[in-house]
């Protein structure tokens, strides 16, 4: 089983930027997958951008596209999310959350959006954006 750290969460201004850390202990390799998911007060969580271990696909959800960035560091085991022109809807706990694909059943390039479908998960990171 892998285990996952998030960091990075904060208090920022709207409009301001913050990078969020996924760091990964245990046996990751090509095959596996980070997401990252968030869950704000009162509302089910939801997913928010994922990678691949070997960093060739991401997927994003559509509130996010353009503002934030998934990327990994193999060398560090580290998943990273830029969030860049944050909005006060952003404010949550956001989750990483790992998986191997295999056995998913999805197609070559696609990733897990559905938070059942992750079994590996880190305690979260608050992260507030004020207006």
């Known amino acids: 089983q892998v285990q996952l750290v998030e960091s990075g969460g904060g208090l920022v201004q709207a409009g301001g930027s913050l990078r969020l850390s996924c760091a990964a202990s245990?046996?990751?390799?090509?095959?596996?997958?980070v997401g990252w998911f968030r869950q704000a007060q009162g509302k089910e969580r939801e997913f928010v951008a994922a990678?691949?271990?070997?960093?060739?696909?991401?997927k994003y959800a559509d509130s996010v596209k353009g503002r934030f960035t998934i990327s990994k560091d193999a060398a560090k085991n580290t998943v990273y999310l830029q969030m860049n022109f944050l909005k006060p809807e952003d404010t949550a706990l956001y989750y990483c959350?790992?998986?191997?694909?295999?056995?998913?059943?999805?197609?070559?390039?696609?990733?897990?959006?559905?938070?059942?479908?992750?079994?590996?998960w880190g305690q979260g990171t608050q992260v507030t954006v004020s207006s």
């Open positions: 245990g046996h990751t390799f090509n095959a596996y997958a």
């Open positions: 959350a790992g998986v191997a694909l295999g056995g998913l059943g999805l197609r070559v390039g696609d990733l897990p959006d559905q938070v059942h479908q992750y079994r590996d």
């Open positions: 990678i691949i271990w070997n960093g060739i696909y991401t």
